[in-house]
């Protein structure tokens, strides 16, 4: 039984809300629909539209986009529309029919190299997870069917999944140039098929979910919010682009010491302890002038 849970996210338009589901509900493929007849081919837009304030119902991925006419404040109906949506999926009801015209769009992936040399980075055209996801052995790859397949080559050493890319970090035992066409097209064909890259309840069980998040942001103290928000604005659109990421873990008010986890391409990467000291730790000093003493990275 799928355990379907939904969110709220507001958009930059106040008349769009995105209602996020902890697993996807469609195939990489992505619909529109403008009015009840539009969507025939959808019993869950069509469900949506008997709403009188719902203009317009977009489906992708792993949420429903829904655009209101001005008669009611998203504030007071949201928080409905994401228990009925929610309810729905869990009663098995049908998200788009099979018959429904879909904009057919090619699954491509191509292979980046990163500043770590261990590391490769596979980008798709398609958003492939919902969360962040690190696994480092085919123990812990139980939750992620992609990540242990990969694990079934010799050389693969970690996984580590982002939005629409996916970090491999290899053994010395081979070079990338013997590999990387193989595993790019291993998973390119993954991804076509359309099976899980990680089960639903992965970012639940692994505490990434969007509200769970959420919550422990809520929890902390509040110069550790605002190394959280830096890092967030600054450091991690930089660290992604190479493969990899970086995480909060803790802040010390005594010592004024700051850790971090270091994952995908960022861990064990020759120049991480450079970036780290000479460029995260110099910013946090500069941002939060007497609160910073020192960066470390937990693992490396």
Request: hydrophobic content about 40%; glycine content about 4%.
């Amino acid at each position: 039984m799928n355990s379907f849970k939904v969110s709220v996210q507001e958009t930059s338009n106040n008349a769009i809300v995105k209602f996020e589901v902890n697993q996807f509900i469609t195939k990489h493929q992505s619909f529109e629909f403008n009015n009840i007849d539009e969507a025939k081919a959808s019993p869950l837009a069509q469900q949506l539209f008997y709403l009188p304030f719902v203009k317009k119902v977009y489906i992708s991925g792993n949420f429903v986009a829904v655009e209101r006419y001005d008669i009611v404040e998203w504030s007071d109906v949201q928080d409905e529309v994401a228990q009925q949506i929610e309810a729905y999926l869990n009663d098995g009801g049908i998200v788009v029919e099979v018959t429904a015209a879909v904009k057919k769009v090619p699954v491509t992936v191509y292979a980046e190299s990163t500043p770590n040399p261990a590391v490769m980075k596979f980008v798709a055209n398609k958003k492939i997870v919902t969360a962040l996801f690190e696994f480092t052995s085919i123990e812990e790859a139980k939750l992620s069917p992609l990540a242990t397949e990969l694990f079934h080559f010799p050389f693969v050493k970690s996984v580590f999944f982002d939005e629409n890319y996916v970090s491999v970090t290899k053994y010395d035992i081979t070079e990338w140039q013997d590999i990387t066409i193989e595993l790019r097209e291993y998973i390119k064909k993954y991804i076509e098929s359309g099976k899980q890259v990680v089960l639903p309840e992965a970012a639940e069980t692994l505490k990434t979910s969007t509200k769970q998040l959420d919550n422990h942001f809520e929890s902390l103290d509040d110069i550790s919010k605002e190394i959280v928000n830096i890092l967030e604005e600054y450091v991690k659109p930089a660290v992604a682009s190479d493969g990899g990421n970086i995480q909060f873990i803790s802040y010390d008010a005594n010592t004024k010491n700051v850790s971090v986890m270091l994952q995908g391409a960022c861990s064990g990467c020759p120049s991480s302890t450079y970036t780290l000291k000479s460029g995260i730790e110099n910013m946090l000093k500069e941002m939060l002038p007497g609160k910073i003493e020192m960066v470390e990275a937990i693992n490396g």
